[in-house]
């Protein structure tokens, strides 16, 4: 962008980049909590270390090889807030079909459909950010960075307190319905 188009934008507000940050924080939540919840699934479910590892390897192997046609979806389709919405709803809704498993296949499924929603997001709200603050880039996409290191960091606490009182069935549930 030349210096005489930048200086023509009408100023910006940060609540955008306070509200992509926050998005990017609830697809870093689910599977944060995730790793607080795994010994007490496993434990229910019998499963070894082995098949515990297998489903965090799943998880993000799906994330992976999403990437490279989640990136190609968003700019074939361009309406990045909707794509923002539809990644935040595969990973909040395989999450929730969690708490309805008892099988580690059905767990598996579920998990990578997280690993791909999480992913989605970033091919998204990335350009975004640097598009509506083309002078500010490194500092909206600092604040999107941290809103998903604030989501990593806070998940585990109020999944563990809530672990207090509640099983991981009902967490998984409680951790959904608290964000929507």
Sequence with gaps: MSTTAATVLPPRTFRDVWLISAGHGLTHW???TFYVLLPLIGKELGLS?????FLMSAQHIAG??????GGMVVDAIGKKGYLMAASLFWVGFPYALM????????LVVCVMLVGIGNNLWHPA???TLAH???????????FHGMGGNVGEALAPL???ALLAWFSWREVVVSTLCRDW
């Excluded at 708490?99 to 059905?106: A, G, R």
């Excluded at 509506?132 to 600092?142: A, E, F, N, T, W």
């Design 158 to 160: 109020a999944a563990g």
């Design 125 to 127: 709200a990335i350009p």
């Design 132 to 142: 509506q603050y083309p002078q500010r880039k490194g500092l909206v996409l600092s």
């Design 30 to 32: 689910y599977p944060a």
């Design 99 to 106: 708490s309805l498993t008892h099988s580690m296949w059905m």
């Design 49 to 53: 270390y082995t098949q515990i590892g």
């Design 64 to 69: 992976a090889l999403s990437n490279l046609p």
